[in-house]
């Protein structure tokens, strides 16, 4: 029903910063509440941060607060993870997700089982 495409990975140094991108297809976008996660190698696919439908309220894992910011343009169907004060740590594939409105109580955010599509990913590699 929709498809995600992550963008702006790259290789950056420690300290750095990074934006990526996910564009969404179709005319729904505004429908789903959008997150980020990320996974690194060997680890579980862990959860970064939410953005609300309208943009009015974002979310965000206590380890990113403060360095990372999820926003959403609907206009353009896109969200975005601007990424400051990056770490080794940092390293992962980052993944956009969307998530239907759910029944209350039937799962919680920070959980990739509340996601119903995915993207591919883009890598971010933080060198020190």
């Known amino acids: 029903q929709v498809q995600l495409v992550e963008s702006g990975g790259e290789l950056v140094q420690a300290g750095g910063s990074l934006r990526l991108s996910c564009a969404a297809s179709?005319?729904?976008?505004?429908?789903?509440?959008m997150a980020w996660f990320r996974q690194a190698p060997g680890k579980e696919r862990e959860y970064v941060a939410r953005?609300?439908?309208?943009?009015?309220?974002?979310y965000y894992a206590d380890s990113m607060k403060g360095r990372f910011t999820i926003s959403r343009d609907n206009a353009k169907n896109t969200v975005y993870l601007q990424m400051n004060s990056l770490k080794p740590e940092d390293t992962a594939v980052y993944f956009c997700?969307?998530?239907?409105?759910?029944?209350?109580?039937?799962?919680?955010?920070?959980?990739?089982?509340?996601?119903?599509?995915w993207g591919q990913g883009t890598q971010v590699t933080v060198s020190s």
């Open positions: 953005v609300s439908r309208a943009g009015l309220n974002t």
């Open positions: 997700a969307a998530a239907a409105p759910r029944p209350t109580g039937t799962s919680v955010h920070t959980d990739p089982r509340a996601y119903d599509y």
């Open positions: 179709g005319h729904t976008f505004s429908m789903y509440a």
